[in-house]
């Protein structure tokens, strides 16, 4: 079974300086008839500044900032048509079992969380600290 999505970006802005897009994955209706369990989700991504502490520690990124299911895209894993390409960002999805329900502003004060962590790690950090 080929699975079709037709994915949209249903939110595009910045908070505290950092760009940050939300995507909604839409199933086709011919995967959806044939799976009907299968659910539309959200993913959220943040943009990371060369001035962020995470900026060059993206493993660190995945392992330490907190978000339902886990941080589950780094620049580092290739680029995604979606984002822009002069940029860093890390993401989630909401595509997981056993999820809570997930709504495009649920997802958006995730997005918004991730910002604040990623901003207090940065004060966290002593300079010259190197990941």
Known sequence: ?????????VFTGTYKDHELI????VWSNEVAKLAPDLNDYYCGYVELLSS???????SEAESELKVFGGITYTSE????????????FVGFDTAHASQPHFTFDTVKQDCFSLIDQII??????LTGVLC
């Open 1 to 9: 079974m080929v699975r079709e999505r037709k994915d949209a970006t």
């Open 52 to 58: 962020d502490y995470y900026y060059d520690c993206l």
């Open 77 to 88: 894993h290739g680029d995604l048509p979606a984002l822009p390409l002069d940029k860093k």
């Open 22 to 25: 939300v995507r909604k994955m």
């Open 120 to 125: 207090e790690r940065n004060y966290d950090t």
